[in-house]
């Protein structure tokens, strides 16, 4: 399937929000209740959900929209020199168990460490999220640990896995 990521247009934010509106949408690990877009959308006017700390591409499988990736910073010391980038992902129901994952986190890694100065990605997943483990194994993120009950996600807390790729050496 071919997968690209592009900058999220207009017409995208209608679509992810169709999608946010129920656990089939989001998928069983990204639904946290009823959301609104209201902020997402304000951000979009003001920087089109591109900024130097971070931003939104759509997944594009086929000129449809897919999903959406998300990366943002994480801090590990001093915010000027102990930071990397931070992935998140939705897929929608009718793009899921064909790849698009793995695609999309392949162009992304590529397109962050060409246009940034990351030294390394990660990307947090719930610990039975078994189809984001195999989509970040197959993009070349390392699994690092367990973070012990990290995310409170209906009615309970959820361990999470914490994996990583680093910046290739030339």
């Known amino acids: 399937m071919n997968v690209s990521l592009r900058p999220v247009r207009a017409a995208d934010l209608d679509v992810f929000e169709e999608n946010l509106s129920s656990p089939k949408g989001t ?51 001093p915010r000027h020199t102990s930071w990397c980038w931070s992935l998140s992902i939705v897929i929608f129901p009718r793009h899921r168990g064909k790849g698009v994952g793995s695609r999309a986190h392949r162009e992304l890694v590529t397109y962050l460490f060409d246009h940034t100065r990351a030294e390394r990605i990660e990307a947090i997943t719930d610990v039975t999220n078994l189809a984001e483990q195999g989509a970040l194994a197959n993009a070349g993120f390392e ?28």
């Open 143 to 170: 699994r690092e640990g367990v973070i012990r009950r990290a995310q409170w996600r209906g009615g309970s807390w959820h361990d999470q896995l914490l994996y990583s790729v680093l910046r290739p050496e030339k």
């Open 27 to 77: 998928g069983e690990q990204q639904w946290f209740g009823h959301r609104t877009l209201h902020m997402m959308r304000e951000e979009f006017a003001a920087s089109g959900l591109l900024s130097p700390e971070g931003g939104y591409f759509t997944i594009d499988a086929r000129g449809e929209v897919a999903g959406w990736m998300h990366w943002f910073q994480r801090i590990w010391g």
